[in-house]
């Protein structure tokens, strides 16, 4: 699933906020048209909109209608039409929230965070983990590094997600465990040494001198948020 479809005409623009938050750590699919937009929504899903009032054709408000009567996407306008009566008909299209042109990058991501969290981590008990440049989709059990789907076993997955889940804590080898393999599993706990040495393979630059799962000797592990 997609993080975050941009619906915004302009290419510069387009190209721009893109790349902001493609450093975030998100997944995002960019078109420049509303019928684009609805053209992607008959197949895929979006997390969040972020729509362009002022489009070719079919315009933002329209856009947002019918997206809000088909689903409860947030949606967040983007527009250089900033007086009163155009917000009051953003919000009362559905939008979620409006930020006026030129944008600020910081706030617009500030606010893309706050809806994520309000829409996805209260409501679905932390169904969505952005961790730098990693993503945990809880719902579709996928992980993404740099936007990239890395394929993980089902051990790997519950032992990332349990390490991204606390991180810069120091989780002792029979916590782990007991976690993700049960304490009477037949395993040994050699296996999580295996495991551990087979995500470091996947998500770190170098492996054998890892930033994001570092070993504290004698005791466990310790997830790093980079």
């Not at 009566?85 to 409006?98: H, I, R, S």
């Not at 782990?176 to 393979?201: A, N, P, Y």
Request: charged residues 30%.
């Amino acid at each position: 699933m997609t993080d975050i479809l941009l619906v915004e005409d302009h290419e510069e623009l387009n190209q721009l906020i893109r790349m902001f938050l493609e450093r975030e750590g998100y997944l995002v699919k960019s078109v420049r048209s509303g019928e684009e937009a609805l053209e992607f929504l008959e197949e895929e899903k979006a997390k969040l909109i972020l729509l362009d009032v002022s489009l070719p054709g079919m315009d933002g408000f329209a856009v947002c209608a019918f997206v809000r009567e088909r689903s409860n996407t947030p949606v967040l306008f983007l527009s250089a039409r900033t007086d009163k009566e155009d917000q009051m008909n953003g919000f009362l299209q559905g939008a979620d929230d409006y930020v006026e042109k030129p944008v600020d990058m910081d706030i617009l991501c500030a606010k893309i965070k706050a809806l994520m969290r309000r829409n996805y981590s209260l409501r679905r008990g932390n169904a969505l983990i952005h961790s730098g440049a990693i993503s945990i989709d809880k719902e579709a059990k996928k992980v993404f590094l740099k936007q990239r789907e890395i394929t993980l076993t089902q051990k790997e997955y519950e032992l990332l997600t349990l390490l991204v889940e606390n991180p810069g804590k120091t989780l002792n080898k029979e916590y782990l465990f007991g976690q993700v393999w049960g304490m009477d599993s037949f395993s040994e706990e050699q296996t999580l040494t295996v495991h551990i040495k087979m995500l470091r393979d996947k998500i770190e630059e170098e492996p054998r001198r890892p930033k994001r799962i570092q070993t504290v000797w004698g005791i466990g592990y310790r997830y790093e948020e980079i």
